[in-house]
């Protein structure tokens, strides 16, 4: 799949970053402010190919060490290895986590600080089981639940509402 063909409409969808079932959706505090995250967890079946949420700038990347527990785990999102990416387009930004799992060890991102990156687009992958967290803010509206099957970079699981 090639990223999508960017049009007016998009800047105002939210993509799914990986091609799997949801696992989680919910609400969060982060730095005193309300945030939502979807999470996406990949088995060693899927495909693992991570793409650009929404388009924009990448604005913040971040890799920490830290442990290899099951990613389906929710403490799996602040303690495992993982590359978090910050996207700012269109007035909003969004923070996507590429989280490596029990048996994935190697998370590689294809994009560099600065670079402009289309919704839809590759930007990387995990090799094995692994975990993709999308977290955006208030100004969007959640549109799937756990359990729904997403395609990664073609279908939106969220959608802007102050646009």
């Given amino acids: 799949m090639i990223a999508l063909k960017q049009n007016r409409y998009m800047k105002n969808l939210l993509f799914s970053a990986a091609p799997v079932r949801v696992s989680r959706t919910g609400m969060f505090e982060m730095f005193s402010a309300s945030r939502t995250r979807v999470s996406i967890f990949l088995n060693i079946f899927d495909v693992h190919v991570n793409r650009a949420p929404i388009a924009g700038r990448i604005a913040e990347v971040q890799y920490h060490k830290g442990r290899f527990l099951i990613a389906s785990k929710e403490e799996a999102s602040a303690q495992n290895e993982q590359n978090t990416v910050t996207v700012d387009g269109d007035g909003t930004r969004v923070v996507f986590s590429q989280i490596a799992g029990l048996i994935a060890r190697r998370i590689v991102f294809n ?53």
């Fill in 111 to 163: 994009k560099k600080l600065g670079d402009r990156v289309a919704a839809g687009e590759r930007i990387g992958l995990i090799k094995f089981g692994s975990r993709v967290d999308v977290e955006f803010g208030p100004e969007w509206e959640i549109l799937v639940r756990p359990g729904i099957r997403v395609a990664g970079g073609s279908s939106v699981i969220a959608r802007r509402v102050d646009a």
